[in-house]
Every structure is written in structure tokens, then in C-alpha cells.
């Protein structure tokens, strides 16, 4: 499985970014896909999740309102549309592609979000 993320940019307080995330490869065993951001200094955290079967997604409560995540039809394309962005949003998000509990999680490279003020 390959995941390829793009949307990126470094934008001011206030703005939006749609994220996208397309995965290739096997993804029959994929059960689920999510978001994660990692600022210099500080962990991975999630911002988002969805399942690629019936697409329950979840999304933390403090991002919650500003955050949105979503898979397309074919499930080989995830998104990520943040609004409202904060300079506290500054981080590199990467997208995950997860198969079942015990088995493997695949990771793209990340693209860079920048809010400056």
C-alpha cells in the first residue's frame, strides 16, 4: 500500500486546507484510514479517523467544528478539510491506512501545514 499526501501549504490564521490523501496498491484488508499531524518537539497525535466500510469517521473534540474528514466512493482517496486554521494547527500531517488489529499500518511521507501570524 502506497499513500501519497498533498495539499499543504502555509497559510494566515483564518484559512482553510483540503488535505488529500491517495492510497494505491492492495487495500482489501484496509479497514480503516486517519489523519495524523506531528509538530517539532511534541508526538503524533490523530486529528481524524473513518472507517473504509460504512465510513464512521470520528474526529477529537477540540477539533471538532473545524475538522472534517472523509473517503471518496472508490475508498482510495481520503480528505482532510480543516477550517479556521490556528498557528497551534502547524504540524506535518500524515495519512494512515490500517488493517485489522495485530496486522500493519501503512504511512505516507506527510505534507507540511503552516499557520502564521
Known amino acids: 500500500v502506497r499513500l501519497v499526501e498533498s495539499g499543504g501549504g502555509s497559510v494566515q490564521p483564518g484559512s482553510s486546507l483540503r488535505l488529500t490523501c491517495v492510497a494505491s496498491?492492495?487495500?482489501?484488508?484496509?479497514?480503516?484510514m486517519s489523519w495524523y499531524r506531528q509538530a517539532p518537539g511534541k508526538e503524533r497525535s490523530m486529528v481524524g479517523s473513518?472507517?473504509?466500510?460504512?465510513?464512521?469517521?470520528f474526529v477529537p473534540g477540540l477539533l471538532e467544528g473545524r475538522f472534517t474528514i472523509s473517503l471518496n466512493d472508490a475508498r482510495n482517496t481520503l480528505f482532510l478539510q480543516m477550517n479556521d486554521l490556528k498557528p497551534e494547527d502547524t504540524a506535518r500531517y500524515f495519512c494512515?491506512?490500517?488493517?485489522?488489529?495485530?496486522?500493519?499500518?501503512?504511512w505516507g511521507q506527510g505534507t507540511q501545514v503552516t499557520v502564521w501570524s
Open positions: 494512515g491506512a490500517h488493517e485489522p488489529a495485530g496486522s500493519y499500518d501503512y
Open positions: 473513518i472507517t473504509t466500510d460504512d465510513r464512521r469517521s
Open positions: 496498491g492492495s487495500l482489501s484488508r484496509v479497514n480503516f
